[in-house]
């Protein structure tokens, strides 16, 4: 059995899970191991576990680190039940950016008129600033992107817009199971009528909605929504690209995948595990158990939950 593995202390496989997954992201974990981070802080928690599990290659038990996992996501987590992998990704986001974030007050600026081009992405630095609440990261600035939502009314053509930051995207499972088409049907427009109010109608008339990807981050996660209403689980097969491309604001990104947690059983009962990708090697991280396996996990894969890709720097 090779070494890296984490022991699990009682239903922790999705926190074993995630920081392998984190642990094995070239870029997430520099940034931890770079941190300038205080003694005894969540960051500094993770520090620590990395230089052991990647760099001394051993196993361990993470006590202290679940210790402080549960007391810190205390609103969040209880001891003993079982943790949503994608909600732990957000919780632990959210804590490092805290923790890394140096204050940065961009001078507050109005809506602009949507054609306004360079006064549109000036307001967006400062929403995304005043989103952050006035932190700026390494962390953020490598793991999170910017949605541009846009709102037509088809009666008089006004168009309004907002800015929405992610961590992740949710993605359906469709009839065509493969990441990129899933991608495609969350950004199509849609059309609707009675749940919005045009400002210059002043009436809740017919509008189109867009997603538009106006900032990619560095590190994309993916959250495929395996579950239906928190009841019941969706095992269509997928199929998971080693890499793919991505057009935002005229330009073709390329990703290639890095990591994903796959989650067997069901909601109330199940078991998280992840895959690494080392080089042009597959690594399987079971808790304790690290073995090395092949690329057909990719294909026809019924319990990829989260995936985690890196742009491609070529």
């Avoid at 900032?215 to 579950?227: D, N, S, T």
Wanted: proline share 2%; charged share 25%; with cysteine.
């Amino acid at each position: 059995m090779m070494k890296g593995g984490l022991v699990n202390l009682g239903s922790t496989c999705a926190a074993n899970s995630l920081v392998q997954m984190i642990c094995r992201n070239s870029q997430l974990r520099n940034i931890i191991m770079t941190s300038n981070c205080q003694k005894d802080s969540f960051t500094c928690e993770l520090k620590e576990m990395f230089d052991l599990l990647f760099f001394q290659k051993k196993s361990l038990s993470p006590k202290k680190f679940i210790n402080s996992l549960y007391t810190e996501f205390s609103n969040f987590f209880y001891r003993g039940e079982q943790i949503d992998i994608g909600e732990l990704w957000m919780c632990i986001h959210d804590k490092v950016c805290k923790e890394q974030g140096e204050k940065v007050y961009i001078e507050e600026c109005k809506c602009p008129d949507f054609h306004d081009t360079e006064n549109v992405a000036k307001y967006e630095k400062y929403i995304i600033n005043k989103y952050n609440q006035h932190l700026n990261s390494q962390w953020c600035d490598v793991s999170q992107g910017i949605i541009l939502n846009v709102i037509k009314c088809e009666t008089c053509n006004n168009i309004t817009f907002n800015f929405e930051p992610f961590i992740s995207i949710p993605l359906d499972i469709c009839d065509n199971t493969d990441i990129s088409s899933m991608l495609r049907d969350y950004l199509k427009s849609s059309t609707s009528k009675g749940d919005w109010k045009c400002d210059k109608c002043n009436d809740c008339t017919q509008y189109t909605k867009k997603l538009q990807l106006w900032k990619l981050p560095k590190v994309l996660v993916f959250h495929i929504k395996r579950f239906n209403n928190h009841i019941s689980k969706n095992t269509t097969p997928i199929n998971i690209p080693e890499s793919f491309q991505i057009k935002s604001n005229q330009n073709l990104v390329k990703y290639q995948l890095s990591s994903m947690a796959l989650h067997y059983g069901n909601l109330n009962k199940g078991h998280y595990i992840s895959i690494c990708k080392d080089e042009q090697k597959y690594m399987l991280y079971d808790d304790i158990n690290v073995v090395k396996i092949d690329k057909q996990c990719l294909k026809n894969n019924k319990e990829v939950y989260i995936l985690m890709y890196n742009q491609a720097t070529n």
